[in-house]
Structure formats: structure tokens, C-alpha cells
């Protein structure tokens, strides 16, 4: 279990693809509101946010650009790794309208325990998606 009362930056990582149309508003407002994937999230701690996609299939890119966020906020504000944690977003984790999960989940989720950080799943719940995925329609 992550001490999310312990982190300090926020890396919402958002499929590429989906990204190409989607401005992230949704996955924003949730962490704005606490809600969805954020829920768990003191609501009155202050936390910074960074949104950034996976590069694109295979998921690959995240490696580089990950590794360089951690050195660029250790050089200029000495924020250490312990400190930022990665949130998949739902486009990424979960069966919805569009599409299935991401393919690749399972090898992104590891490129980013190699690199040390941690990492959760969902970002913006959709009502409407989730009583389709408790009902079956959608697989999860
Ligand atoms: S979860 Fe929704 S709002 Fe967030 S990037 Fe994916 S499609 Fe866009
Ligand atoms: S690897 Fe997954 S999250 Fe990234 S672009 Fe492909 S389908 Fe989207």
C-alpha cells in the first residue's frame, strides 16, 4: 500500500493514441476533485501534476521520459523518486467504450517498477462505464 501522504508529484501517464484526440480534461478534474482513481488522495494535501503519454505501443518511450523527469526534478528542485508516483489512467486500465485495456499494461507497469517508482491504476471513473463493467458489458 502506497503512503500517498508521503508523495509530493503526481505523473498521470495517458495513453498516446487516445491522446491524440483527448485533452485529458477528465483525468485533471478527477485528480482535481479527488475523485475516481484519485479518491485515495488526502484532499487537503497539495500535490504537483504532470501528465505525460506513453509514447506510443509498445509503452517503451516511458522509460526514457520517466528517467528524465527523475533526474531533471532531482537536479533543479531536489525531488527524489520517493516522492512521485505514477497513475495509469482508466483509458489505459480499463475495458471501456473505445476499447479494451492497453495490451502492453503488464510491460509498462514493470518498465516503471524497474525504474522505482510506484505506481497505481484509474484515474477519471466514469458512472456510466462502471455500472456497464459491474454488469458485465465490459470485462473490467
Ligand atoms: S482517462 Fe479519459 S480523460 Fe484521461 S486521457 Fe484517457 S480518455 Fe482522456
Ligand atoms: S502502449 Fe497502450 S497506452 Fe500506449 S499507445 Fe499503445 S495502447 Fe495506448
Redesign the pocket.
Known sequence: MVDLTKKEYVVV??????KERCPGYLCEKAFHERAGGFAPYPKDREYRFLNM???????RA?HRKLTLLLRTLRKKEGIEKDKVIVQL?S??TKDNYH?P?????G??RTLIERIGLDVQDDTVISDTSQRRRDEGVYQS
Open positions: 501517464v495517458q495513453c498516446h493514441i487516445v503519454t506513453c509514447g506510443g505501443c509498445c509503452g516511458l489512467s483509458c489505459m476499447a485495456p492497453c495490451p502492453h499494461l510491460y509498462i
